[in-house]
């Protein structure tokens, strides 16, 4: 099972590699909303912004999500790890229900460059 450290450092280097993208995706990238990552089998949110075509997670704290960000994500550490490794193809996850994304229609539009 994946470590709280782990998990941050996974969001960290997910971020890192938005803000190298071009193209389409960097242009998706590049809005500016609240973001919720909720760890299910560690129960820890890490809570922030994308914003400059970065993820900056701004607060960890135990439980669900306090307050609804515009984008909202759910899965397991491990997934997470597995996502940004490449060893997850996000669209399967969440086809399969491994991982919930929530958002407005809009933003899944434009989120869906990144996937």
């Not at 450092?9 to 998706?28: P, Q, T, Y």
């Not at 912004?49 to 669900?64: A, K, N, S």
Request: aromatic share 4%; charged share 30%; with cysteine.
């Amino acid at each position: 099972m994946a470590t709280i450290e782990e998990c941050r450092a996974a969001l960290d280097k997910l971020s890192d590699n938005m803000r190298g993208a071009e193209g389409d995706v960097r242009a998706a990238a590049a809005m500016d909303r609240s973001v919720s990552c909720h760890i299910t089998d560690l129960d820890v949110t890490f809570a922030g912004r994308l914003t400059g075509g970065r993820i900056e997670v701004r607060d960890t704290f135990p439980g669900p999500p306090r307050e609804r960000a515009q984008i909202r994500l759910a899965m397991t550490g491990d997934d997470l790890l597995a996502l940004v490794d490449g060893e997850l193809h996000f669209a399967r996850a969440w086809g399969s229900g491994r991982v919930r994304l929530e958002a407005g229609l809009r933003d899944l539009f434009r989120l869906r460059r990144l996937l």
